[in-house]
């Protein structure tokens, strides 16, 4: 089956008066219709260039230097800003972490939801209006018709970003690209919003990318997982299997550090050391420093690889491949010098 988006070798630099930052730099992933795709790494990791890119919403001195972005079977590089432009909230959606990216906040909700249905559809206004209560009440707003007479500040900030959402759903979109959209939200009011999406995305054929740095609320919601790091895609794989055989040792971390019920009261295990500056990338793979599989083979830079069926990684020496070799390996969560500070300890060879 042809996917609906294909992403491959994506580049989009920042061009600096520092130097170049290769914000996004070689990331390749592809989405079906309907799947749900967590796009996740820490802060800087290039998550949300990657989305904006996507979009074409990349501001100077930002800019896609190289890579495809087919979306069925367009070119959207290609063609550029034409093409997206007709693609852009209609067949292609985005949900920002602050709703107020997308409301108006001195507009009432029915002008603002009416005018985004008019910009892409030809009907009539009761149509229109029609099309907005349904989309509301998609996303379990009850009273849909109160809703559309209010202003955003008079919503909640949970109530908001609903809002937003069915801004999104109202062209019945293909994609939803959305960075981050309950972030800012308690947990409760979260757990319902990704309910809610996921429910959604079955129901509609929707297809979503996920935005976040927090792997515990994807590895409920997404079907596939692409784990990013420095600007570039580490690991991408179905989610079940990623998250229970995690091949790339900053995967490995990541898992390590949510919390699970049965090590309530124990410490986390936390990745040591700091994301690189993307002006100051080591050499080779980008987190050979804070990696204590590395050796001498990672200052060459690995290539994003099929090692298992359906599972790519980029790395020299990824985990659970050789169960035996990894019972030698140290965690993830040491690193060279604390290895070589015990070697010097205990006397022998880090
Ligand atoms: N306007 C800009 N000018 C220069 N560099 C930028 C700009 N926007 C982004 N970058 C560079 O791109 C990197 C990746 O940014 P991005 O916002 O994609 O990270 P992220 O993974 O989404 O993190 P976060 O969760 O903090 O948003 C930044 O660390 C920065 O180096």
Known sequence: MTPLL????????????????????????SLERGQILGLVGESGSGKSVTGFSLLGLVDPPGRVVGGTITFDGEDLVKGGEPMLRTLRGKRIAMIFQD???????????????????????????????????????????????????????????????????????????????????????????????????????????????????DLAVVSGLADRLAVMYAGRVVEEGETARVIERPLHPYTKGLIDS????????????????MTPSLLALPQGCAFRPRCARADAACLEEPALEEKLPDRKVRCFHPWTLDAAADAHMPTVTETADQRSGAAARTGTRA
């Open 99 to 213: 709703p107020m990216m997308t409301l108006n906040p001195v507009l009432r909700i029915d002008t603002q939801m009416v005018e985004t249905v008019l910009a892409h559809e030809r009907m009539s206004h009761a149509e229109a209006l029609k099309r907005c209560r349904e989309a509301l009440v998609m996303v379990g707003i009850s009273s849909p018709d109160e809703r559309l007479q209010s202003y955003p500040h008079q919503f909640s900030g949970g109530m908001r970003q609903r809002v937003a959402i069915a801004i999104a759903l109202l062209h019945k979109p293909d994609l939803i690209i959305a960075d981050e959209p309950t972030t800012a939200l308690d947990v409760t009011i979260q757990a319902q919003i990704l309910a809610e999406v996921q429910k959604l995305c079955a129901e509609t054929g929707t297809a979503l990318i996920w935005i976040t740095h």
């Open 258 to 273: 949510v919390p699970q019920g049965k090590t309530r009261g124990a410490r986390l295990q936390q990745i040591s050391g």
């Open 6 to 29: 294909s992403v491959d070798g994506l580049q989009t630099h920042f061009f600096t008066r520092d130097g170049v930052a290769k914000a996004v730099d070689g990331v390749s992933f």
